[in-house]
């Protein structure tokens, strides 16, 4: 009986790896096994500079995510996931590719870290399309109204949130307060159920509001919903959040 061997198991388990030309010299085109719905890999490209290693996705994640749906031509959606690049240690640049320089002798390190940031891409794609709001038609709809109400009140759109070694990420900072819009499906609720447990068992807890989607027929799973995120958190369904503070917008 013959052990896989290992090119083979890279071949049969999704990666593909090949010497390109670059244009300024060659770079190492990396094919991984994380897709995106519709079968899309990530890729990225390893160019040595000297004693460095450059990373680049060319842009290819984001230009993944806008083909399969996601308004990504508009930089101010781009929050986010700038947010999974800093916390892994790479930056989104103004064209929308995926970037990091580090010492070739780090490899190994930051091998581990392009991993983490592919695999964190395909969550935060996973977790908006079950949420159901991958044109962020209802997180557009809350910063309207967020505007509106406080016109000089500071808002961050995809803030962070430290609580212990928890890193929670949230839709907007507002102010002082961490908003969250809430599908009322179990893979929207669970997370925020979650964020809710933690951060109430710390000393000194932020604030927080959960606004749950009660749109297009929604209203009675919303409510469900409504009343077990409320036992945790200040949660409101959004036709009432419209309700209260629409009129600031007139």
Not at 59 to 76: E, N
Not at 84 to 98: C, E, H, I, Q, V
């Amino acid at each position: 009986m013959c052990a896989l061997g290992c090119g083979n198991f890279f071949t049969r388990a999704g990666w593909h790896c090949q010497i390109i030309d670059a244009g300024s010299g060659p770079a190492t085109y990396i094919s991984t096994p994380i897709t995106l719905p519709g079968g899309k890999p990530l890729d990225f490209y390893l160019i040595e500079r000297g004693s460095l290693v450059e990373f680049t996705d060319d842009g290819v994640t984001l230009f993944a995510l806008r083909s399969i749906g996601y308004p990504l031509s508009d930089k101010r959606n781009w929050r986010g996931l700038d947010n999974l690049g800093l916390k892994f240690g790479f930056t989104l640049s103004d064209s929308g590719a995926f970037e990091a320089t580090f010492p070739a002798t780090d490899l190994n390190v930051w091998g581990a870290q392009i991993l983490r940031l592919m695999a964190a891409v395909l969550a935060w794609e996973e977790e908006r399309s079950a949420e159901g709001d991958t044109d962020f038609s209802l997180t557009d709809e809350i910063e309207l109204l967020l505007r509106a109400k406080a016109p000089g009140r500071k808002l961050i759109r995809n803030a962070s949130l430290q609580v212990g070694k928890v890193e929670m990420s949230f839709d907007f900072l507002w102010g002082d307060t961490y908003i969250d819009a809430v599908a009322p499906i179990p893979q929207s609720v669970n997370p925020k159920l979650r964020k809710a447990v933690l951060i109430s068992k710390i000393e000194d807890p932020a604030d927080i509001l959960f606004i749950v989607d009660d749109r297009a027929g929604k209203r009675k799973k919303a409510e469900d919903e409504l009343s077990v995120l409320g036992g945790l958190a200040s949660t409101i369904l959004f036709s009432d959040f419209q309700q209260h503070y629409g009129a600031s917008m007139h």
